[in-house]
């Protein structure tokens, strides 16, 4: 997962994530593998109402 | 008002009764003028997917940090119970805060809340230690499961989402404040002109939360300001006793002594 952020070019940016619609924590991407056909949420804060 | 008046929602203390949606602004800068103009201590914000690189997200939350108001992150767009939670857990990490206004989408035409969703997912954000704002709809047996569920707030629509329409449900308002008093109760949703506004302050509501007419008015600022001096108006009236309505006239000038009434007998 923290390589993905990173080839995607997030590794700069406040993001958080979720594999699956589980949520992943920031401090345990490193340790979060992904498989084929997981689907990833990878989002930044945006405006809302 | 004093701060004798202050709204305690959770853990926060509040001087202001107008919450501010952060969308649709014509530009960042007017969105940072409407807020303080508003004298919003409370904005909502959301997440959202960005490409890598973009730094959209970033440079808009750094907008929000400066104005030193508080965040209340939305599930919006969600539909499941198990979308929305996972959208809060992501919304704490990423906003640094327990605060979730939550929403479960289960009607694409009014966007109403699937209150079925919304109290599953109450519950389980409640025992996670969320601060759970629900986005619910006047019904007042769902209000009843949202706080058994955790809730110490709720958040009826008065119309749908966006719509305008101001209080689609008079009885159903009224009957909700009526039946939860010492719950405080903001009106989310569906207010399209601060008379609008006035009035769900003046039945007794606690707070405001509008997005949309602001954000699309001609003037943003000027709007923020127009709502701002409703709501004020509207919770003042309520403070100071409304008076019942009547069928019939009532004479405000009194009649005794009035010129060429019925006067004494020679």
Known sequence: ?49 | MGKSDDLVVYDARLSSRFLLGTARYPSPAILAEAIRTAGAEIVTVSLRREAGGSRAGESFWRLIRELGVRVLPNTAGCRTAKEAVATAQMARELFGTSWIKLEVIGEEDTLQPDVFGLVEAARILSDDGFCVFPYTTEDLVVAERLLDAGCRVLMPWAAPIGSGRGINNLFGLRALRAHFPDTPLIVDAGLGAPSQAAAVMELGFDAALLNTAVARAGDPVAMARAFSLAIEAGRAAYLSGLMEPRDMAAPSTPVLGRAFGDGFEA
Do not use: C, H, Y
């Open chain 1, 1 to 49: 997962m923290e390589r993905l952020i990173e080839e995607l070019g997030f590794s700069e940016q406040t993001v958080a994530t979720a594999v699956n619609q589980e949520f992943v924590r920031s401090k345990d991407r490193g340790e979060t593998l992904l498989v084929e056909d997981d689907t990833v949420e990878i989002v930044t804060p945006r405006q809302g109402g």
